[in-house]
C-alpha cells in the first residue's frame, strides 16, 4: 500500500519511521517532509496547510492512507476535506481537534463531564484578566486558547509577571489570534507525565508513558519550547494511576466527545498532573507529541498501520497495544538561540551510522538539503533516541550518541531525564 504523511518534524520523521517497519507498505510519502525523512520516504513540495492540493495529490497518486501528523492541518479541517472526496484519512475531524485547538473548549468539556482538572478562568478582555488576576494565588498558569507551537504557555509566580503576561498574549499577540482568549488556571504540582491514545471514536487505547521537558535551558529554566527532550516510560506513571486514569480520564474523555457529537478519531495525547489528590488533565492534544512520538513508537511492538486501520474502521477493540520491556530517552539538537533567535543554514555531519537494530536512532526536525548538503533549518534540529534496558542505561546511550552529530550553534539540554534518578 501507499502512505502519505503529512508534516515536517521529527515527529513525522518518527511516524515515517514506525510505517516504513509495517509488512503492508510499499511506498512513503511525506508533505513537505526534511532533509532525513527523505531517506525512507519521497518528499513532496506541497505544505501541509494546503489541504485541496495534499486531496489532490492523494488521488492521483492512489494514496491508500493518508496520516495527518500535525496541529494545525488537523484543527484547520484537512481531515474533513480528505473524507469529502472519499479518501482514507487518519486523524480527527475539525469539530473533534478543537480539543487541541481551544483551551477554553477542552477545559469546559473537562468541567461539564467532571473529568479531574484544576480550576480556571476564562477571559476574552485584558481588562477582565487583570481583575482576576488581583484576586488570585500565585504561582498561576496562562495559556494561550489557540494554537502556539507549544510555546502559549506562561508560569507566574507574582501578579506582576501574570499582567506581563496578559500584556504579551492579548495586547502585544505575540502569538496572534490564539491570544484573543486566555484561560487563567491554578498552578497544580507534581510529577508530569505524557500518555498518547489511539481513539476510534468510541474505544480509546492508552499508549507506553513517556515526560517531556519544554524549558530550554537546564533545570527547567528559560523558555517555554516545542520540547526539548523526552524519556519514556515514566517511572511515576504506575499502574495504580493508569488505572485511574483509564477510570476517570480516557474512557471519560471519549464519551465526552461522543455525546457533544464529536467523535474522536486519530491520536488523544493527554497531559497529565500527578498531584496529591490524584492525577489531573494538564491538557489534551489531537496528535503525536513532539518528541514524545520519538521515544513511543521506536518501542511498540504492533504494526502501527493495522492499529491505524483499526482506529479508522472503529475495530479498535480487536487489538491489543504491545510495547518493548525497555526504555527509550530522545535528547533534542537544537540551533543555540532557539526559541527566539537563531541562525540557520548550518551544515550538519555525522561521525557514525544510527542503527535502530542496535536501538539508536535520529529523528530530523528542522533540516533540509540545500545544493546538496545536509543544513539546519529550523529551531529544533535533530533528535537523538537511544533504547536501553533500563532509563539509566536508555540516557548514557543518548547522550553518547549526541556526540555523533556535529554542526555550528548546535544546543542541547544536559539534564534529560534527571528525574529518573529521583525515582531510584
Not at 510505517?19 to 525512507?40: F, L, M, T
Not at 507534581?190 to 537546564?218: N, W, Y
Not at 488523544?268 to 512520538?293: C, H, I, S
Not at 532557539?338 to 539508536?360: A, L, M
Request: aromatic share 8%; net charge negative; hydrophobic share 35%.
Amino acid at each position: 500500500m501507499k502512505v502519505l504523511i503529512v508534516g515536517s518534524g521529527g515527529r513525522e520523521h518518527a511516524i515515517a519511521w514506525s510505517v516504513s517497519q509495517s509488512r503492508k507498505v510499499d511506498k512513503i510519502y511525506c508533505a513537505p517532509g526534511n532533509g532525513g525523512i527523505r531517506e525512507i520516504a519521497e518528499c513532496v513540495d506541497i505544505g501541509a496547510m494546503e489541504f485541496e492540493k495534499l486531496a489532490d495529490f492523494a488521488q492521483q497518486q492512489e494514496i491508500d492512507l493518508t496520516i495527518i501528523g500535525m496541529d494545525d492541518p488537523l484543527v484547520g479541517g484537512v481531515v474533513d476535506v480528505f473524507e469529502e472526496r472519499g479518501l482514507r484519512v487518519f486523524g480527527p475531524r475539525k469539530n473533534a481537534a478543537i480539543i487541541e485547538g481551544s483551551k477554553s473548549f477542552s477545559k469546559d468539556l473537562m468541567k461539564k463531564y467532571q473529568i479531574p482538572t484544576c480550576h480556571y478562568e476564562t477571559f476574552h478582555s485584558p481588562e477582565e484578566a487583570l481583575i482576576y488576576l488581583e484576586s488570585c494565588e500565585y504561582p498561576v498558569v496562562l495559556k494561550a486558547d489557540g494554537l502556539a507551537l507549544g510555546k502559549g504557555v506562561l508560569i507566574c509566580q507574582t501578579q506582576q509577571e501574570a499582567e506581563a503576561g496578559i500584556a504579551t498574549l492579548m495586547l502585544d499577540k505575540q502569538f496572534g489570534d490564539a491570544g484573543n482568549t486566555v484561560v487563567i488556571e491554578d498552578f497544580m504540582t507534581g510529577r508530569e507525565a505524557s500518555v498518547l491514545c489511539f481513539c476510534d471514536g468510541t474505544h480509546i487505547a492508552p499508549m507506553t508513558s513517556a515526560q517531556d521537558h519544554k524549558r530550554a535551558k537546564d533545570g527547567d529554566q528559560g523558555l517555554n519550547t516545542g520540547g526539548m527532550g523526552t524519556f519514556s516510560p515514566s517511572p511515576f506513571y504506575t499502574p495504580e494511576i493508569q488505572a485511574i486514569c483509564e477510570e476517570q480520564i480516557y474512557q471519560p474523555t471519549m464519551d465526552a466527545m461522543k455525546a457533544e457529537g464529536r467523535d474522536f478519531v486519530g491520536i488523544l495525547f493527554v497531559g497529565l498532573m500527578m498531584t496529591e489528590d490524584g492525577p489531573k488533565v494538564l491538557e489534551y492534544n489531537a496528535r503525536f507529541g513532539d518528541p514524545e512520538a520519538q521515544v513511543v513508537l521506536p518501542r511498540m511492538k504492533n504494526d502501527i498501520i493495522d492499529v491505524i486501520d483499526a482506529c479508522i474502521d472503529g475495530k479498535l477493540d480487536q487489538i491489543t497495544l504491545e510495547f518493548e520491556d525497555n526504555a527509550a530517552v530522545c535528547v533534542v539538537l537544537a540551533s543555540d538561540g532557539y526559541p527566539e533567535h537563531y541562525e540557520k543554514g548550518k551544515t550538519i555531519t555525522f561521525s557514525r551510522d544510527f542503527s535502530s537494530q542496535d536501538g539508536y536512532y535520529v529523528f530530523h526536525a528542522g533540516t533540509k538539503i540545500e545544493e546538496g548538503e545536509l543544513v539546519t533549518s529550523g529551531g529544533r534540529v535533530i533528535g537523538v533516541t537511544a533504547k536501553g534496558k533500563t532509563l539509566q542505561q536508555a540516557r548514557e546511550n543518548a547522550y553518547r550518541a549526541t556526540e555523533w552529530v556535529s554542526f555550528e550553534n548546535k544546543y542541547m539540554r544536559n539534564d534529560i531525564g534527571k528525574a529518573i534518578d529521583e525515582a531510584e
